[in-house]
């Protein structure tokens, strides 16, 4: 039964890890030593989202109250679209805006307060966008960020936001998965090496 009990357990992590469709836009705001570090990877797929405004990129900007995560180069021009069927209107309860104190790569933002997802100027659907900014001496909490996973909903994609401190964060569900799955290893080699050792004179914990 420990067997079937374990396959069971196996199925339901699968179930649990999440898929590269599942968000094929990240992006990572960390605890990096007495910095903050926001990096964005991926594509978007603008199918179903309208395109709302040109605006100029600022160089990597936080306001967690207002939902508003950028990073990447500023000096470039940003497309602002619209059609976000779910969002998050906040990441935590914020303390104003901030400006990163570096950036590289494609500018990419989250705006919750108004539903919004800003891209490269011209960007095309689909194609792969990666940008980071730093907040040096800073923290996540000092920038008021709430740790979490935030979900952004577009009607053909998914943008994630995670936000992690050092200390006390909660594992994702894919990590979970892959303990129970080690524990359940762990297990099954212990009771056979229990069993090559000790013969059939091992009690069996499970009938007792």
């Not at 194609?127 to 960020?145: F, R, Y």
């Amino acid at each position: 039964m420990k067997y079937f009990a374990c396959a069971a357990l196996f199925a339901a992590s699968i179930s649990i890890i999440p898929s590269a469709a599942d968000a094929t836009v990240t992006l990572d705001i960390s605890q990096v030593g007495s910095d903050v570090v926001g990096s964005s990877s991926g594509s978007l797929n603008l199918t179903g989202l309208t395109e709302y405004e040109k605006a100029s990129a600022l160089a990597g900007e936080l306001n967690a109250a207002a939902a508003l995560a950028e990073v990447g180069d500023g000096g470039q021009w940003v497309d602002g679209f619209t059609g976000l069927t779910s969002y998050p209107t906040s990441l935590g309860p914020g303390t104003g805006t901030i400006f990163s104190s570096s950036v590289t790569g494609d500018p990419f933002a989250v705006y919750g307060a108004f539903g919004m997802v800003w891209l490269p100027d011209g960007y095309v659907s689909g194609s792969p966008i990666a940008g980071t900014a730093t907040w040096l001496n800073q923290t996540i909490a000092s920038l008021g960020l709430t740790p979490g996973t935030y979900t952004f909903v577009a009607p053909s994609d998914t943008v994630v936001v995670t936000i992690e401190g050092t200390a006390g964060a909660i594992p994702e569900p894919a990590t979970w998965a892959m303990m129970l799955l080690g524990l359940c290893g762990i297990g099954i080699a212990m009771r056979s090496r229990g069993r090559s050792l000790f013969g059939d004179s091992l009690p069996n914990c499970a009938s007792a």
